[in-house]
């Protein structure tokens, strides 16, 4: 699956010997009868399964014939050079594939709430601080953050706290400006609770009172981190990856004076509110290896991802053809 936090990102499907790594659009299954007719009618982002031997379309009514040749076809919308591009896979049977459907998973961001009891009145010159530990990579060097404020003359609880949620916000300041941030807070005086939100999906932190703040008597409740699947980020890795695979190279720094966006990038097919399916297809390949009279077999993945919600998607239609 693609990942990536505030260390890294992976692109999947340049490590992992996929063939084919498409996204679709939000836009329905495609009604042309004909491969021949595909390329000039669909729009970008449509997608369509087709037989390999006659060109025609897999109407997504019934399952394919398990051993039947079929292949993807997606509009791949307009490419880095402003042509319109037609992608299809190699042609492959149900039969001698592996192929699994994953759901869409909601990612859910981590959250620790420290909650005190009593709400001791500080005293001036108090220290009340907390210390993030980023457990997300291990023997990174910079893996902890300490916030803490020194509480004033006649200053509340309510008004220390809340001079450390603004320490812990502030991405400019002195401590975070040249750091990339971990998490986020903020402080209820109603009842005394303050709420550190991981800011990074797939992200693990433990958060721990310093100072006088760890004398108080405090509740801590935990909300786990959900990595998820197939919600927009994830997607949008993916995505990235095939546009590399297609020649794009705005992921390359700008040399002498260009802007890499200069080279141009397709326009994007995943939407912030998106739900996508996974259909991962792995099968053996073989063909005709150099040596005289050998065949070379080769571990070859195909992965199309899809919307499943929205007004228009073609998730039903495909999870029909390939009988997942």
């Known amino acids: 699956m693609a990942y990536k936090n505030r260390y890294f990102k992976n692109f999947p499907a340049r490590n992992n010997g996929y063939s084919f790594a498409e996204i679709g659009a939000q836009v329905e299954y495609t009604d042309s009868t004909t491969f021949t007719l595909f390329v000039t009618e669909s729009v ?102 300490d916030f803490n404020v020194k509480v004033k003359t006649g200053e509340t609880l309510d008004q220390a706290m809340a001079r450390l949620v603004l320490q812990i916000n502030d991405t400019a300041g002195i401590y975070l400006g040249q750091r990339d941030p971990v ?62 695979g297609n020649g794009v190279t705005t992921n390359y720094p700008s040399v002498q004076g260009t802007n890499a966006l200069s080279f141009g990038i397709p326009d994007s097919f995943v939407v912030d509110t998106g739900q996508y399916t996974h259909y991962t297809i792995r099968r053996i390949k073989d063909d005709t290896a150099k040596i005289h009279l050998k065949i070379q077999h080769w571990d070859d993945v195909m992965e199309v991802i899809v919307p499943s919600n929205g007004t228009a998607n073609p998730d039903a239609e495909l999870a029909m053809i390939l009988g997942v």
């Open 183 to 244: 998490v986020t807070a903020a402080y209820t005086a109603g009842t005394d609770t303050l709420t550190i939100t991981n800011v990074d999906y797939g992200s693990v932190v433990k958060v721990l009172p310093q100072g006088a703040l760890a004398t108080y008597t405090i509740t801590t409740t935990i909300t786990k981190t959900v990595l998820g699947h197939g919600f927009p980020e994830e997607v949008k890795l993916w995505e990235e990856t095939r546009n590399i």
């Open 44 to 145: 970008a982002g449509e997608i369509g399964v087709f037989n390999a031997a006659t060109g025609g379309v897999m109407a997504g009514l019934a399952p394919a014939s398990t051993t039947l040749p079929i292949f993807f076809a997606i509009n791949g919308g307009l490419d880095k050079d402003g042509k319109i591009t037609i992608r299809k896979s190699d042609p492959f049977t149900v039969a001698t594939s592996v192929i699994v459907k994953s759901l869409y998973v909601a990612p859910v961001k981590g959250v620790t709430v420290l909650a005190i009891t009593g709400a001791p009145a500080p005293v001036a010159g108090d220290v009340l601080g907390i210390k993030v530990l980023d457990l997300t990579v291990a023997g990174n060097p910079l893996s902890s953050f």
